[in-house]
């Protein structure tokens, strides 16, 4: 059944092999496609800090750390730092990764859709996909 929640998804890859994913319903309904992408930006965010600490541990250490979403107007919303009439229904919480692309920390680039492979975690899968996917394996 069809709840119109929004499904936060996102795909880390270190080396062509992925090693962290997610594919969950948001706990609650998103006035528009463009808030809950954010969030999904959001949330992938505090999950690649996790990661890039780890990995700092281990010695590991990521300079760069770009995070690709297919949404221009997300990618927008995030290196804009004036809150527009038409974002006030976002939630502060969410606006943190302004903070790190400011920094520096994050790089937010636009991916094609074609090329994204989250939306396998959200779509069906063509084969067109499908051999994206396998291929991003090999890398």
Not at 15 to 38: D, E, F, H, M, V
């Amino acid at each position: 059944m069809d709840g119109r929640k929004s499904t936060t998804n996102y795909i880390f890859t270190l080396g062509g092999t992925t090693i962290s994913w997610k594919s969950k319903l948001q706990g609650r309904i998103s006035l528009s496609t463009t808030k809950a992408k954010y969030v999904v930006i959001s949330k992938a965010t505090k999950e690649m800090i996790w990661l890039k600490n780890l990995l700092k541990e281990l010695g590991k250490q990521q300079d760069d750390s770009p995070l690709f979403s297919d949404s221009q107007s997300v990618i927008c919303l995030a290196k804009n730092s004036i809150l527009h009439s038409r974002c006030k229904h976002i939630e502060l919480k969410y606006h943190f990764i302004r903070n790190l692309i400011n920094d520096g920390d994050l790089f937010l680039l636009k991916i094609p859709g074609a090329e994204n492979l989250v939306d396998m975690l959200t779509k069906t899968v063509t084969r067109t996909k499908l051999r994206l996917c396998t291929a991003s394996t090999d890398l």
